[in-house]
């Protein structure tokens, strides 16, 4: 069971003139997928903020996967893909490609979607919408890859082309 963090993006969550659906149904999600959810968090959209809550998730914490939602639009003030670059040392293009490839099954609007998904040390960042359903679908499409990848990225032996783990060092 790999460890999880969920953090809320949203100035209207943070000054407390909103509820917060996304990040609730997310951790619901995580926790049904296996995960141990052992952090959340509510975050204004302000770069430096985002930046300071997931590093401390993966340097401090050691969370092996920070889920992010809100923040991702075309909104000047939707800065949560900035923030996530801006702290990840290597990043997977191939989880957001899946996502909006996911999405556009829906809606052609998937297109205007932002995420980004990086790894910083051993934890693996992920930026889902803010809207509680594209939130719920995009986590979806990726999650039962995340585990195999997560048990790479934490040092366990995987053979790729089994979902079978072989062993840890």
């Given at each position: 069971m790999f460890s999880a963090a969920v953090i809320t993006?949203?100035?209207?969550?943070?000054?407390?003139e909103r509820e917060d659906l996304s990040g609730p149904l997310v951790k619901e999600l995580l926790v049904s997928g296996g995960y141990e959810v052992i952090h959340t968090a509510m975050v204004p959209d302000e770069k430096q903020i985002i930046g300071k809550e997931l590093a401390k998730c993966a340097d401090e914490?050691?969370?092996?996967l920070v889920v992010t939602t809100?923040?991702?639009g075309f909104s000047p003030g939707d800065v949560t893909p900035e923030?996530?670059?801006?702290v990840c040392e290597?990043?997977?293009?191939?989880?957001?490609?899946?996502?909006?490839?996911?999405?556009?099954?829906?809606?052609?609007?998937?297109?205007?979607?932002r995420e980004q998904a990086g790894i910083r040390g051993g934890t693996l960042i992920v930026?889902?919408?803010g809207s509680p359903k594209a939130a719920g679908e995009n986590l979806m499409a990726v999650l039962?890859?995340?585990?195999?990848?997560l048990g790479i990225?934490?040092?366990e032996k995987r053979d790729c082309a089994s979902t079978e783990v072989t062993g840890v060092d």
């Open positions: 993006v949203s100035d209207k969550g943070y000054a407390g914490l050691d969370i092996a809100g923040g991702t923030a996530t670059i801006a290597r990043m997977a293009p191939g989880i957001p490609e899946a996502m909006r490839a996911e999405s556009l099954k829906i809606t052609n609007r998937a297109i205007l979607t930026n889902l919408p039962p890859a995340l585990d195999h990848g990225l934490r040092g």
